[in-house]
């Protein structure tokens, strides 16, 4: 079986899913992380792998950039090719000045105010909730790794905040009682599929780049957004381990 997006056959794609959004991070991590790892799917440089972690098979796909590409792959895995749990691993930008670069961050719940709900299932809805059993396994395994972790709400933006004309004026339509520490461009859309489909999905992310209601107080490079976030990718796989 395949879709219009994944040549990948039913049986290709293990129960649990590793997601980053850059198709090059999905095969960095195959080639570090994985043994025995075999491309599934490479269509439109889609990369997927699947592989063994400490004995556990395990698939990493890539996700693209923004809310429509991530539904479409989330959708497509949970719907087609029976995989139960999803963790979105990617980059963010931290919202309150007390995080530092590469901080790690777990979404707990997720504002947008966009309309991916309205339009995918005719919802008006704009927060959502991660898979908490997801996220008290990635919780255990931080502690027992000695990882940090920050936790919080955080935003799924429709366009890249930096680029905003004025950031502020979003900072203003959110509603009071959200407070997020971060912004990022997928996980109200991969939690929504989930919730909708009745799976698990969580999200975690590493500090790029640090605003203060507009202006970029600190950032890295692209080079470091790639290959800098080895503690992240860790967290994950052994956290999807325990699922």
């Known amino acids: 079986m395949s879709t219009p997006h994944n040549e990948a056959k039913l049986g290709d794609i293990a129960k649990t899913v590793i997601m980053p959004g850059d198709p090059l991070r999905a095969k960095y991590i195959a080639e570090n992380f994985l043994e025995n790892a075999k491309l599934v799917n490479q269509v439109r440089g889609m990369y997927a792998y699947t592989g063994n972690y400490q004995g556990k098979e395990?698939?990493?796909?890539?996700?693209?950039?923004?809310?429509?590409?991530?539904?479409?792959?989330?959708?497509?895995?949970?719907?087609?090719?029976?995989?139960?749990?999803?963790?979105?691993?990617?980059?963010?930008?931290?919202?309150q000045p007390e995080l530092k670069l590469f901080d790690i961050i777990l979404s707990e719940k997720v504002f947008s105010?966009?309309?991916?709900?309205?339009?995918?299932?005719?919802?008006?809805?704009?927060?959502?909730?991660?898979?908490?059993?997801?996220?008290?396994?990635?919780?255990?395994?931080?502690?027992?790794?000695?990882?940090?972790?920050?936790?919080?709400?955080?935003?799924?933006?429709?366009?890249?905040?930096?680029?905003?004309?004025?950031?502020?004026?979003?900072?203003g339509r959110i509603p009071q009682d959200i407070h997020p520490i971060a912004a990022e461009m997928e996980a109200f859309a991969l939690f929504y599929i989930a919730k909708t489909l009745n799976k698990k999905a969580s999200c975690l992310m590493s500090v790029v780049d640090i605003v203060d209601a507009g202006p970029v107080k600190q950032t890295v490079s692209a080079e470091q957004r790639q290959n800098g976030l080895n503690h992240m990718i860790q967290l994950a796989l052994d956290a999807a381990i325990r699922i």
Do not use: W
Request: aromatic share 14%; hydrophobic share 40%; glycine share 8%.
């Open 58 to 95: 395990i698939t990493v796909m890539a996700h693209g950039m923004g809310m429509p590409s991530i539904g479409i792959y989330s959708y497509e895995l949970y719907k087609f090719y029976e995989v139960e749990n999803i963790i979105r691993i990617g980059s963010c930008g931290a919202y």
């Open 113 to 171: 105010e966009g309309n991916f709900a309205l339009t995918f299932n005719n919802e008006h809805c704009h927060i959502v909730e991660a898979s908490q059993e997801l996220n008290a396994k990635i919780m255990d395994t931080a502690k027992e790794t000695g990882i940090s972790l920050v936790q919080g709400t955080t935003t799924c933006m429709d366009f890249f905040d930096l680029y905003a004309t004025d950031i502020s004026q979003f900072f």
